[in-house]
């Protein structure tokens, strides 16, 4: 079955750079996300990359996919307080209509 | 914001209750996914609406059960509430083969 793995904290100073890390099982995955999710909030998406790209960048946001190990990582460059949220990888393979969410991951950013 | 509504935000009702919940669409969006969100979890797919029909199930009972109306909006209906049944519902719009879907806030379900 579909498995979405992340690690459950992260911690880091403001201005430095987060990583967060993600790993999946389903080989066909088509689609790959990063939402966040503030405190009391829904989801918002963050970024997407199609499997076919090993990286895709937005700003501040830095999405690494290593698909020979099922592997996606996001990159926050100069993190700030308002990055604290829960951060979570999702994938969906072609043709399915529905997504498997990791756990989430909750970024802390200390001064 | 993301254009798509839920109500209410909160509510408790008490077990064995039956529950509905409520999300409006961002506009011109045909497709509605509902989630439930258990405390620490990640999201887990309930089922999606297209043009009024159902158009796939998650791994969730029969007591489960959804609407989608001309308009797009839709409805979760939860049956004989159990007490594993507390969590975030969240809803999410979509326009039918975007790789793009808009959250709601969520509607925050607690059965006692």
């Known amino acids: 079955g579909e498995d979405v793995e992340q690690s459950l904290f992260l911690s880091v100073r403001e201005g430095d750079s987060s990583v967060i890390n993600c790993t999946y099982t389903?080989?066909?995955?088509?689609?790959l996300y990063w939402y966040k999710q503030e405190p009391g909030a829904g989801l918002q998406l963050l970024t997407y990359?199609?499997?076919?790209?090993d990286m895709k960048q937005d700003q501040r946001l830095t999405v690494l996919l290593n698909k020979k190990d099922k592997h996606l990582s996001l990159r926050i460059a100069d993190t700030q307080t308002g990055d604290s949220a829960i951060y979570f990888c999702a994938e969906r393979a072609g043709g399915s209509y529905i997504p498997t969410f990791g756990r989430g991951t909750s970024l802390i950013v200390h001064p | 914001e993301t254009g798509v509504t839920q109500s209410p935000t909160h509510l408790i009702k008490t077990r064995g209750q039956q529950v509905t919940l409520r999300c409006s669409s961002q506009s011109g969006h045909n497709t509605v996914s509902w989630y439930q969100q258990a405390l620490g979890q990640g999201p887990q797919f309930i089922f999606q609406?297209?043009?009024?029909?159902?158009?796939g199930r998650g791994n969730f009972p029969p007591r489960f059960s959804g609407l989608q109306f001309p308009n797009y909006s839709s409805e979760l209906n939860v049956n004989a509430l159990e007490l594993d049944d507390s969590a975030l519902y969240l809803c999410?719009?979509?326009?039918?083969?975007?790789?793009?879907?808009?959250f709601g806030q969520g509607t925050r379900l607690t059965v006692v």
């Open positions: 990359i199609f499997s076919n790209m």
């Open positions: 609406y297209y043009r009024e029909e159902e158009n």
């Open positions: 389903d080989s066909s995955s088509t689609y």
């Open positions: 999410a719009s979509s326009l039918e083969g975007d790789t793009e879907a808009f």
